[in-house]
């Protein structure tokens, strides 16, 4: 790190050698060859895949509108779509991955066609892009678009502060594509336990890759979890008690609570695993004094909290799904939230059931494997809660039920499998084979990624004014089913036969079949994923048939569908007044729906900010410099960062304001939608008449 | 909003009806502080198990009784909480309006107090490290090298946005943005302080029992 050390490696420890294809070109052996191809590929891809996005942007004059309408903006539902597009390109590089160690087990036989370090870094890349770049993202967006509107807010408490998670959430994510190009990634896990991460055993710089991609996530979700805590208790529209909130808010909100609590513990992990790493300390090292166990504690303190911050968002788009496309109000509102709480609470005494076999004693591991079964009982009234909804409602199969129900009968098998697993005798048979894996697959899977699939469906008019294409939808969904189905089932069995996870090879001939049958099922999710890009651009094509701007195309329940698709910037023309749960359902069961308000105010909003860009630029140098070890440009994007933040605290005039005049020509454009547009039954609701007026039945009281 | 907010009163100074533009904004941006407090404590408190499950990871190399020196630690903490009261007296001052000049007078004490304390800080590192015990020495140094100077890097923290904070003073004079600033700042001292108690008990008076 001296001077000399500067001017001699001035690109730290960057080289011809960190290229992909270089170890090929210089030991052409047949491994060499396919390993190097296939990473020469995938880095092909990404630099490809960048400049063709840079094209079309520069064929399109695009630059202008992306920076001063989308990357700068502080508009909730801008970045919230922008969340959402880094998790599905982060889903598509993942899922790649997980179809290669499908292919990779299913010729494992004997050894595979992948070396055990690219297997090695395949799983590593694939669980931290699932978890942190496509899962984390994914929840943020949908909650940063639907959240506010459900609270009857303008925007969330800090705007700009909003920005810069979202800047350093793609940082994280920009940095790990990079790993695709320069270098490799860690080969130590998605939870890369040392001291197998330590230096002495991984020198290279795919630990340290994994290391700064948590950490700028992890620091943006910290303040994500802070943003949305605060505007869930302070800008709730007047009336709208706790008690009202839609569900989804509710999950959001212990989210955002176990994102407050559970990100400081890995932001500790990481940082003193770097430490070590960079300074010789000694905190998770063999020698002088260090633990690891230490490691894994902290890790699974944050861990197990994240696994409820990725599914009970989740959970909250079921209960809106199934409560809108069963036209009833959700059955036990008040047991789901409760179940909701208790789950938050229990979230944090069940972080040991990751280790049970590490060596503490029978008394403990009993106490958490009786915390972990615990939380079976209000994920259970939850199931009952979202099948009793359906009960004599009037059900509609669109894709985000199929998803909903999918869900409801696969999660339920993955949740007995957890409660084996939770019996830390059972644990002990089954620990670290492919059981596991399928047991966190079929929960992650259908729980997580179902949800945020339904959640796509079901706002996507919300966002864009047009609904997505149902053929493709429902086909796709099916897919991810069977697909899903398919490729992990195998794996419980295989697991009782006792292969373990991670396995780059194996000598057993019976696990064959299986393996087959898994790849498969690998293959089918792959067309699951494409359907979902054909569904897409068959949507965009057909959009004019398909458009809804009045705003309600499944008759819903929450504020969000009272205003136009897409809303205007500030979403209310006025804030609403709550006066019941299901808010906007009642509006429009006692007629009061699209009303003039008696007056027009001003409206003050957030003007646009390049803070959240510049920062995650920085963030992103930084990270690179540290990885390579190129310490002129750390010390420098250092400095960077602390003059961006000083000189931000002198910025003032950060509001603009709509005018009261603007606001009742937006709001009066609605309202004449409203009248000349035909009110559609259920009946019609994905045909091309739905412009998003639900019809209303006959007033009922709603209690 | 139609929540009555002359009458909201959060944790901490309230800046009150002599400042309703001010105490209105504050209203979110005060809880929102808290809340980031919040999270800042959990990771204090893993850094503080973390020390505690190091404490005798010595691996043969000297210990707390080898390394601290109470005196200077005496010091440290008398300055911390004089800055502590010092800026007290600086957000008094802010809430009764008795001027720019008086404000930016109580900031600078403060500022230079914290200041102080880092130096004595720094010092007791330097001659630990002289003594052996730096932080590659072994488990039990990794672990306070973590989290004592996690403290001092927030103090510095502190002391770059104090000194922010007053150059906004000179720029803008007092607007309600430069109020809210103050009155977070209050909140990070005065939560640093109570953490240095944490740690002038569990590192150094247990340390040296």
């Not at chain 1, 998670?165 to 080969?187: E, R």
């Not at chain 1, 292969?499 to 999710?525: D, H, K, N, T, W």
């Not at chain 1, 057909?542 to 809804?548: A, C, G, P, T």
């Not at chain 1, 897409?566 to 006692?590: G, Q, Y």
Request: aromatic share 14%; net charge neutral; with cysteine.
């Amino acid at each position: 790190m001296s001077a000399i050390d500067i001017i001699e490696h001035p690109l730290g420890r960057l080289s011809l050698e960190s290229l992909p294809f270089y170890k090929m070109s210089q030991d052409p052996t047949l491994q060499n060859l396919i390993n190097g191809s296939i990473a020469g590929t995938a880095a092909l891809i990404a630099v490809g895949g960048a400049v063709i996005v840079a094209g079309l942007i520069t064929y399109f004059h695009g630059w202008r509108t992306l920076w001063s309408d989308w990357l700068t903006s502080t508009d909730h539902k801008k970045i919230g779509i922008m969340y959402v597009v880094i998790a599905f390109v982060m889903m598509a590089r993942a899922l790649i991955e997980a179809m290669l160690m499908r292919a990779q087990q299913a010729w494992g036989l004997g050894g595979g066609f992948l070396s055990p370090d690219h297997f090695a870094e395949l799983f590593s890349t694939h669980g931290t892009i699932m978890i942190f770049f496509m899962a984390m993202p994914f929840l943020t967006g949908l909650i940063n678009y639907v959240m506010p509107m459900q609270i009857g807010a303008r925007d969330v408490s800090f705007p700009t502060l909003n920005s810069v998670s979202l800047g350093l959430t793609a940082a994280g994510a920009a940095l790990i594509m990079v790993s695709l190009v320069l270098g490799s990634f860690s080969t130590g896990g998605w939870f890369g336990y040392p001291p197998y991460t330590e230096m002495a055993y991984s020198p290279g710089v795919g630990v340290d890759y994994w290391i700064w991609a948590l950490s700028l996530s992890s620091l943006g979700s910290t303040f994500t979890g802070i943003n949305f805590a605060v505007t869930i208790y302070k800008e709730r529209a007047p009336g709208m008690k706790l008690m009202r909130m839609p569900l989804f808010t509710w999950t959001a909100l212990c989210a955002a609570i176990l994102m407050i609590f559970a990100m400081p513990p890995l932001t500790v992990a990481t940082a003193q695993l770097a430490l070590d790493r960079y300074l010789g300390f000694h905190y998770f090292t063999n020698a002088l004094g260090g633990d690891p166990m230490h490691f894994v504690n902290l890790f699974w303190m944050f861990g197990h909290p994240e696994v409820y911050i990725i599914i009970l968002p989740a959970w909250g788009v079921y209960s809106e799904v199934i409560s809108t496309y069963s036209g009833k109000a959700l059955f036990g509102y008040r047991s789901l939230v409760w179940a909701t709480m208790a789950i938050s609470v229990l979230s944090f005494t069940v972080w040991l059931h990751h280790f049970f076999t590490m060596g503490q004693n029978a008394n403990i591991n009993a106490v958490f494997g009786i915390a972990s079964m615990l939380i079976g009982i209000p994920t259970g009234v939850k199931i009952y809660d979202w099948i009793w909804t359906m009960v004599r409602g009037r059900v509609r199969m669109t894709t985000p039920m199929v998803y909903s129900i999918g869900f409801i009968l696969l999660f339920v098998l993955g949740g007995m499998t957890g409660i084996l697993l939770a019996n830390p005798s059972i644990d002990y048979q089954v620990h670290n084979t492919v059981f596991l894996v399928a047991h966190f697959h079929n929960v992650a899977v259908p729980g997580v990624l179902f949800g945020m699939l339904a959640g796509y469906h079901f706002w996507f008019p919300k966002a864009f004014g047009f609904r997505l294409n149902e053929r493709w939808g429902i086909f796709s969904a099916l897919c991810w089913i069977i697909g899903f189905m398919l490729a992990f089932f195998p794996l419980y069995v295989l697991g009782i036969m006792g292969l373990p996870r991670r396995s780059a090879g194996y000598q057993q001939a019976a696990y064959v079949p299986l393996e087959m049958v898994a790849f498969a099922g690998a293959l089918v999710i792959g067309v699951a994923l494409l359907a979902l890009v054909i569904q897409l651009l068959v949507s965009i094509r057909d959009r004019e048939q398909n458009r809804s701007p009045v705003g309600d195309p499944w008759d819903g329940r929450s504020l969000e569908w009272s205003t136009a698709s897409p809303p205007p910037e500030h979403n209310f023309p006025v804030i609403p007044e709550v006066t019941n749960l299901d808010a906007f359902t009642v509006a429009k069961e006692c007629g009061e729906a699209y009303q003039e308000p008696d007056e027009y105010v001003d409206i003050t909003m957030p003007r646009n900010s390049i803070l959240g860009p510049v920062l995650g630029i920085f963030g992103f140098v930084l990270a690179f410099a540290l990885v390579w070890r190129i310490w002129w440009l750390v010390i420098l994007a250092t400095l960077a960062t602390f003059v961006t933040i000083i000189v931000r605290g002198f910025a003032r005039d950060l509001t603009e304001t709509v005018s009261a005049d603007d606001a009742r020509r937006e709001h009066q454009r609605l309202l004449e939608r409203v009248r000349i547009s035909p009110a559609i039954s259920r009946d019609d609701e994905r045909a091309p008449v739905n412009v998003g007026l639900a019809k209303q039945g006959p007033a009922k009281v709603v209690s | 909003m139609s929540r009555n907010y002359q009458n909201f009163q959060y944790p901490g100074l309230n800046l009150g009806s002599a400042h309703p533009e001010a105490h209105k904004a504050a209203e979110s941006m005060m809880f929102g502080f808290w809340v980031f407090l919040m999270s800042d404590a959990i990771l204090f408190g893993m850094v503080f198990a973390t020390y505690v499950t190091q404490l005798h990871a010595t691996a043969g190399g000297p210990g707390p009784q080898d390394l601290y020196d109470i005196k200077s630690v005496f010091i440290e903490t008398m300055l911390l909480l004089a800055s502590s009261f010092t800026f007290g007296m600086a957000s008094l001052s802010m809430k009764y309006e008795h001027g720019k000049a008086q404000l930016i007078g109580w900031l600078t004490i403060t500022l230079l107090l914290g200041l102080a304390f880092l130096g004595f800080e720094v010092h007791d590192f330097l001659s630990m490290i002289d003594k052996g015990g730096a932080p590659e020495r072994s488990g039990f140094a990794s672990a306070f090298f973590d989290l004592v100077p996690l403290h001092g890097l927030h103090v510095t923290a502190g002391c770059i946005w104090l000194l922010g904070l007053v150059g906004q003073m000179l720029r803008y004079g007092l607007d309600t943005r430069t109020k809210l600033g103050v009155m977070r700042l209050a909140l990070f001292w005065h939560f640093l302080d109570i953490v240095w108690i944490a740690i002038f008990s569990v590192v150094y008076l247990a340390g040296l029992a």
